[in-house]
């Protein structure tokens, strides 16, 4: 698949000019760039820093309101090397995945609507706000994961006394550059109202690896809410072992029911890197993006180091080398989001261990 001089000569640039004036292209130029040795990056690796998301959200609060018709007050991560794709640059914060930043105030609701992305939630800051979820209110604190899967009705109201800011994440990139993309509003004004007890189903599965024996059979969401102190308790169990080369101490949110990733096109990990925590270096074709939910520390990411605090978000796109350092006196909680089950889908999840252990840094990156 080399090019070579030929192809770079006047008779075959003719050539191709020629079938192109009726909507043909040529393969023999096309096909290294199309069929590539290795995946091409998308994405470039980024950083936001947590604290000026949330300066811009709360000017957006005197702008934005659901009697406006802001349906979601939600800043979302536009990555730089997508930006100029058309629409909004897919909302792309990788070539699959879209996570923002949403913020809700006391008293206020926003409409439930439904669609076939699929979208989950982490819970940043604040308490007293809910999801309603095809009818059951999930109650909502930092830390907590919550799932809403794919054509779930769902909206959100504020009952609590602070502002509320949650991260969402959706796999807007990948159904809008399918084709599948199906939004409703909810047939009735405003939230949806509720249908059965607040917070059934997290309630249901106290038990952690247990399950209740009506739930054997497959169902989209059996677990509404994931809570903080359940995940925080198997990273707790997970510390009596070494912790991966990698990626430190991870536990993955998974439907009890069926044992896969709790959405069915994005997979959600919490990771623990203890004090001291050096990760090797690896890369693999699914994409990710990572919050700091605590702690402080730096990725090498292609060879460039980015410097993270609580708060904070990047991206590590498919194929890039990445590491990651805990440089604080406390553990590390990083939660991250990964287009893995895509991969997996398409039989195209592939990774690979850097030989050297450990990348050579030759910038810092400036927020």
Known sequence: ???????????????????EKDELGPLWNAIPELVSKEPAQHAEPYLWKGSVIKEHLMEATKIFTPERGGERRAIYLQNPKMKDREPWGWGAATQNIYAAVQLILPGEEAPSHRHKQSALR???????????????RLFM???????????????HGHEGEEPMLWMDVLDIPFIYSIGGSFFEGYPEEGVQKPERADNYSPNHYQGGLVRPIKDRKPKKAP?????WQQTKEALDGLEEFDPDVYDGHAVEFINPTTGDTANVNIASWMQRLPVGFRGKAHRHTNS???????????????????????????VIPSWSWHEHVNTGDEAVHLFSVHDTPIMETFNLQHEEEYKDGHQEVNSVFQP
Request: hydrophobic share 35%; aromatic share 14%.
């Open 1 to 19: 698949m080399e090019t070579n001089a030929f192809m770079e000569s006047q008779e075959v640039k003719d050539f191709n000019k020629k079938i």
């Open 122 to 136: 982490f819970i940043m800051e604040g308490e007293g706000a809910y999801s309603i979820v095809d009818g059951e």
């Open 141 to 155: 604190n930092e830390g907590d994961f919550v799932v809403t899967p794919q054509e779930c009705w769902h909206g």
């Open 223 to 227: 677990v509404g809410t994931y809570k």
């Open 288 to 314: 990710s993006v990572v919050h700091v939910h605590s702690g402080s520390g730096y990725s090498v990411i292609d060879g460039v180091k980015f410097e993270w605090e609580k708060g904070d978000f990047f």
